[in-house]
């Protein structure tokens, strides 16, 4: 079957601008963590979706940040007002099961100028 | 808050050669994943350890983790250039069941 997608794969935009990230996670996966990838960073969690549980916000870095999930499938990462410290890869990852490993798709690739 | 070291953060050997790298924490951990992750890729999954002391062997790649699964290392036997990528070990736990502390990764490249 058909792994995690995210959407754009890259994406430059100007400082001030409001960008959309968007995950499909594999089918089936009730879990859903999005993370932010820094040059020569680890990966920073972002946020965690567990089906229709309230979502775990806390590793957002300002309320600039925000994340929905819908039907319990896809999910959108925005960031409102974009700042050059912005600039990552932002990747999405699933999981079917709690426990299980957790797959990532290719991530997106945000460049603030 | 947790944190994981790596070490050597950078690595560039010769095909054939034999390597480990190291993953670090003063905290207990109750699994340990090794990731691999590819320029343009997201991590993928090579491994999870979940008992101190254990050996989990992948070919060429052998993962240990720590008695006191504070620790893992991973040591690859004769290096090809298919293993280039960032190894990310990620530790799970802590109080959470759900979330993964990542550590900054190494970078391996190995020369033809």
């Known amino acids: 079957g058909a792994g995690v997608s995210q959407s754009p794969s890259n994406k430059v935009t100007e400082k001030g601008k409001d960008v959309e990230l968007r995950c499909d996670p594999i089918?089936?996966?009730?879990?859903l963590y999005w993370y932010r990838q820094r040059l020569g960073q680890g990966l920073e969690f972002l946020i965690y979706f567990q089906g229709n549980s309230a979502p775990d916000k806390s590793g957002l870095p300002s309320d600039r940040f925000s994340a929905e999930r819908t039907g319990g499938s896809v999910s959108t990462l925005t960031i409102q007002r974009t700042q050059q410290e912005d600039s990552a890869v932002y990747l999405c990852?699933?999981?079917?099961?709690?426990?299980?490993?957790?797959?990532f798709g290719p991530g997106t690739r945000l460049l603030v100028l | 808050t947790q944190l994981l070291e790596q070490s050597p953060q950078f690595l560039s050997i010769q095909e054939g050669e034999n390597l480990t790298v190291y993953c670090n924490s003063s905290?207990?951990?109750?699994?340990l994943q090794w990731y691999r992750q590819e320029p343009g890729e997201g991590p993928v999954l090579l491994v999870t350890?979940?008992?101190?002391?254990e050996v989990k062997k992948l070919k060429r790649l052998t993962f240990q983790f720590g008695d006191a699964r504070k620790d893992s290392s991973l040591h690859i036997t004769a290096a090809q250039p298919g293993d280039t990528g960032l190894y990310l070990c990620?530790?799970?736990?802590?109080?959470?069941?759900?979330?993964?502390?990542f550590g900054k990764g190494t970078l391996l490249t190995v020369n033809p």
């Open positions: 089918s089936g996966h009730t879990a």
């Open positions: 990620a530790g799970g736990g802590g109080g959470s069941n759900y979330k993964l502390t």
């Open positions: 990852a699933s999981r079917k099961t709690s426990g299980g490993a957790q797959y």
């Open positions: 905290s207990v951990f109750s699994s």
């Open positions: 350890v979940v008992t101190g002391g």
